[in-house]
Nanobody, 123 residues
Framework: VQLVESGGGPVQAGGSLSLSCAAS????????MGWFRHSPGQEREGVAT???????TYADFVKGRFTISQDNVRNTLYLQMNTLNIEDTAMYYC??????????????????WGQGTQVTVSS
């Protein structure tokens, strides 16, 4: 499975960005697809995930602001990010997991990762 993110960039606080993740390979066998982020000095953290049944899970810090979705025809995962704040500045990664896991926002079970796309929010 190969994952390629796009859509990151600079944005002002309060603004919006939409990230995309183009997936190829045996994507139909994945249980979860998700977005994670990593900023300097911080651990990689789960942002939002979606399972093969379309059930989404969000980190508390993005609930009501971010929306995860997927287009199974185009094999693309999306993350719509609204009302961005400076704390959202990070490298955002797309990831895929083959198996169910009780904590889908944990990075551990994810087998495949993209290279990341940088999101920089300024005041």
């Amino acid at each position: 499975v190969q994952l390629v993110e796009s859509g990151g960039g600079p944005v002002q606080a309060g603004g919006s960005l939409s990230l995309s993740c183009a997936a190829s390979g045996y994507t139909n066998s994945m249980y979860y697809m998700g977005w994670f982020r990593h900023s300097p000095g911080q651990e990689r953290e789960g942002v939002a995930t979606i399972d093969k049944n379309g059930r989404a899970t969000y980190a508390d810090f993005v609930k009501g602001r971010f929306t995860i979705s997927q287009d199974n025809v185009r094999n693309t995962l999306y993350l719509q990010m609204n009302t961005l704040n400076i704390e959202d500045t990070a490298m955002y990664y797309c990831a895929a997991s083959r198996a169910w896991y009780p904590r889908p926002l944990a990075p551990l079970p994810y087998n495949y990762w993209g290279q990341g796309t940088q999101v920089t929010v300024s005041s």
